[in-house]
């Protein structure tokens, strides 16, 4: 499985890019992180790319998990993100309003 690393110097909108492109492409998006700073620029990018996909009609979801790897002859803990995507309805193409229904009463 090929990950897609993220470092603390990662620019968060390109990376959000990068995770939109092979969301649209239906490629599995896994993202690799090690340290806070890293796994900060990734979460701020898995935003953008939400609000970059939104629109389309799509919606993603994420959840980390830990991981042992090692770096340089080192054992290090990573931080793997597993993106999911779903399909949303053109109602409920943003999330975060809320449309209010009247009924009548006879």
Known sequence: MDFLKVSSKSSPASVAGAI???VKDGVPVNI???GAGAVNQAIKAIAIARGFL???GVDISCA???SDIEIG??????IRIAVYVHQISSQAANPYTMSATTGSSS
């Open 64 to 66: 980390p998990t830990f």
């Open 20 to 22: 939109a492109g092979m």
């Open 32 to 34: 690799q992180c090690v």
């Open 54 to 56: 939104i629109p389309t």
């Open 73 to 78: 002859g080192e054992s290090r803990t990573a």
